[in-house]
């Protein structure tokens, strides 16, 4: 279990992991690349929040089927639901204090650019 909290501490989750991280990435859409965070993904059973609810501020976009959450205090981008699988949390690695970002090597870039639901059929 590891626990994932904003800047200011008004918001924390907890991510039932199993092991190591699983993957871990960054994308280049048009809001990652903005926000330029480290990210990996859970099974939404596998995220909890457990304090501060009431301080997430959801932004949608485009399609508006993704879901990112932020803190309303700090500012904070603390996790996501992808429209390609709702079913999932993507959240911000950078969030949990025992995990050093800067000490990941090779992380894999998604190309949210071209996202496979922006492609016509």
Do not use: W
């Not at 993704?66 to 603390?78: D, E, L, M, N, P």
């Not at 709702?86 to 990941?104: H, L, Q, R, S, Y």
């Amino acid at each position: 279990m590891k626990k994932l909290t904003c800047h200011c501490g008004a918001v924390e989750a907890e991510i039932n992991l199993s092991g190591d991280l699983e993957k871990v990435v960054k994308c280049n859409c048009s809001i990652c690349k903005r926000k330029g965070a480290v990210m990996s993904m859970v099974k939404n059973e596998d995220f909890k929040i457990t304090k501060g609810e009431d301080k997430l501020k959801l932004y949608q976009f485009h399609s508006k089927i993704a879901k990112h959450y932020f803190c309303s205090v700090c500012g904070i981008y603390t996790h996501h639901n992808p429209r390609s699988n709702p079913a999932m949390t993507g959240f911000n690695v950078g969030c949990v204090d025992e995990i050093d970002t800067f000490k990941m090597n090779d992380i894999a870039v998604l190309d949210g650019n071209n996202h496979p639901l922006d492609q016509k059929k």
